[in-house]
């Protein structure tokens, strides 16, 4: 045997770190987040989609009165003696106004909303009575409190109706201008500066498709991301494509940081030549690059640099929108200071057969089917990126996990993921 092999032996192969599971992955990230910019007021009617930064409390009772929740009349129980007894219609209550004592014997015309007057007790339909120039007969007896809604029944004075971190909806925005609030406390805007690596990206309108060379790619991740981002309330800067070379992609980074809260990459974060990710941020900052244990969306990195968070996401699309539902939508959440980031599941049938278990946690694009289970979508390449439009969610499959049809499986509907 030569001596120059035996001197010059292979280098050792290093081992790889495990797959960090996706659970453990979320909850580092989230430990990381420090809120944004301190609060702002701002109008109710704007607040939509809004996370709030201060509890509301109610001052006063919703409703404020006993009222009617029908058009119909108020009475008094104990008058009604037959089907066929006559009460004089002593006074007309529209919305808006108040009436006097209801007098024994009589009713009183009343409308949906408007307070009951003092001595009745119940509230008769218009469509259950027969009434005509003489007064109002009633063909039943009432009973006690029918169709009345109580003071207080919906929320009572000194009642906290909204909790600081709650993500206000159109029914939170209605609820705090029930109790008087015009302008609410939320957490600020998050703004994020996005871009992509990758010198196979080209921008749709920048070269026809016919023109397209050996190799290059639309940038799809870059509409998707920006979409995403802007329906969770970001500013979004769009810094772009950045070419593959690491100059570029530190000076992009450097100048993102100065006046962003978030800066998200796609692409660059694996550990090949033309992948500059990692050193550029460690040149600038701190990087924990991971490989979760996840299928699609392996790689994955987080760090900082300076004050501004960094995340960097996987380059094949369907990886990239995974990825960013399940680590970076609970992530701005939380930065905005949300309490509940995690989506909403179900468990529904599945009307598939899934035969080969992966060593990963599998995210599988399904949809559901007339007859409300789930079907599957025949590819689940992580490049496809028409599994995700045409499903209406994912299948949370755990690693080792088969599925065979009529098993129940654990469902992430994309209304919740997306909203």
């Known amino acids: 045997m030569s001596p120059a092999l035996i001197s010059n032996p292979l280098p050792a192969r290093t081992e790889r770190a495990p797959l960090k599971p996706l659970d453990v992955a979320l909850a580092e990230l989230l430990a990381l987040a420090r809120p944004a910019a301190p609060a702002e007021s701002v109008s109710t009617f704007e607040a939509?989609?809004?996370?709030?930064?201060?509890?509301?409390?109610?001052?006063?009772?919703?409703?404020?009165?006993?009222?009617?929740?029908?058009?119909?009349?108020?009475?008094?129980?104990?008058?009604w003696t037959h089907p066929d007894a006559l009460l004089q219609v002593s006074q007309r209550i529209p919305a808006g106004s108040s009436g006097h004592l209801l007098a024994p014997g009589s009713a009183a015309r009343i409308f949906t909303g408007a307070p009951i007057p003092p001595g009745a007790d119940a509230v008769v339909m218009q469509e259950d009575c027969m009434a005509d120039a003489a007064g109002v007969r009633l063909p039943a007896k009432p009973a006690a409190g029918q169709w009345i809604r109580r003071r207080g029944e919906d929320v009572a004075a000194g009642q906290v109706v909204l909790r600081a971190g709650e993500r206000l909806g159109p029914a939170s925005l209605g609820l705090a201008a029930s109790v008087g609030?015009?302008?609410?406390?939320?957490?600020?805007?998050?703004?994020?500066?996005?871009?992509?690596?990758?010198?196979?990206?080209?921008?749709?309108g920048d070269v026809a498709p016919a023109d397209m060379n050996p190799g290059a790619v639309y940038n799809s991740n870059r509409f998707f991301l920006k979409a995403l981002l802007q329906r969770l309330g970001?500013?979004?800067?769009?810094?772009?494509?950045?070419?593959?070379?690491?100059?570029?992609?530190v000076d992009a980074l450097k100048a993102a940081s100065q006046h962003h809260d978030l800066i998200l990459t796609s692409g660059g974060v694996s550990v090949g030549e033309e992948d500059h990710i990692k050193p550029a941020v460690q040149s600038l900052g701190q990087l924990k690059l991971w490989q979760i244990a996840m299928k699609p969306g392996k790689p994955f990195a987080c760090g900082t640099i300076g004050a501004a968070h960094f995340v960097g996401l996987p380059g094949n699309p369907v990886s990239s929108f995974v990825t960013f539902l399940l680590l970076v939508r609970p992530f701005i959440l939380?930065?905005?200071?949300?309490?509940?980031?995690?989506?909403?599941?179900?468990?529904?049938?599945?009307?598939?057969?899934?035969?080969?278990?992966?060593?990963?946690?599998?995210?599988?694009?399904?949809r559901m089917n007339a007859a409300g289970a789930l079907s599957l979508f025949e590819n689940q390449s992580s490049g496809v990126l028409t599994s995700v439009v045409w499903?209406?969610?994912?299948?949370?499959?755990?690693?080792?996990?088969?599925?065979?049809?009529?098993?129940?499986?654990?469902?992430?509907?994309?209304?919740?993921?997306?909203?």
């Open 48 to 79: 939509d989609g809004r996370v709030l930064a201060q509890d509301i409390l109610s001052s006063l009772d919703v409703p404020a009165h006993d009222n009617s929740s029908m058009d119909g009349y108020a009475v008094r129980c104990a008058d």
């Open 181 to 204: 609030f015009d302008r609410l406390l939320v957490a600020p805007r998050l703004r994020v500066a996005l871009f992509s690596t990758g010198d196979e990206l080209v921008m749709p």
């Open 234 to 249: 970001c500013t979004v800067t769009d810094l772009g494509i950045v070419p593959d070379r690491l100059e570029a992609t």
């Open 334 to 366: 939380r930065l905005l200071g949300a309490t509940e980031v995690a989506p909403g599941s179900m468990a529904i049938c599945a009307d598939f057969d899934w035969a080969k278990a992966d060593k990963r946690r599998e995210f599988l694009r399904v």
């Open 391 to 419: 499903g209406d969610g994912l299948v949370d499959n755990p690693s080792g996990q088969t599925i065979v049809r009529g098993d129940m499986v654990r469902f992430l509907p994309f209304s919740a993921l997306l909203s």
